[in-house]
């Protein structure tokens, strides 16, 4: 049964950082791709990032590109989303799925809200 389990959100100001964590678990996690999605509020789920098997090959939505960092330790069977530059319209819950489409089974999401 896969299980995906995130961590890490809070409560931030802009341009601070938080690093949020997922521990995969029920399923060979080095043999797949992830990604991390997002859900603002009133607003419907968007892919945010995605890695593959080696973590060799990363993506980002334009609109984290070059603040977000996705990482993941295989060895660990944990997938991580370095986030800085951090900005009031990053304010979300965070989900990681499995499968680099976003569209995978995902975790129950940590939240994350940039305010001053």
């Known amino acids: 049964q896969v299980q995906l389990v995130e961590s890490g959100g809070g409560l931030v100001r802009p341009g601070e950082s938080l690093r949020l964590s997922c521990v995969a678990s029920g399923f060979a996690f080095s043999n797949y791709g992830m990604s991390w999605v997002r859900q603002a509020p009133g607003k419907g789920l968007e892919w945010v990032s995605a890695?593959?098997?080696?973590?060799?090959?990363?993506n980002y939505i334009e609109a984290v590109e070059g603040r977000f960092t996705m990482s993941r330790d295989n060895a660990k069977n944990t997938l991580y989303l370095q986030m800085d530059h951090l900005k009031p319209e990053d304010t979300a819950v965070y989900y990681c799925a499995l499968n680099t489409d976003g569209l995978g089974p995902r975790g129950r999401g940590t939240q994350v809200t940039v305010s001053s």
């Open positions: 890695i593959d098997l080696e973590g060799d090959s990363i």
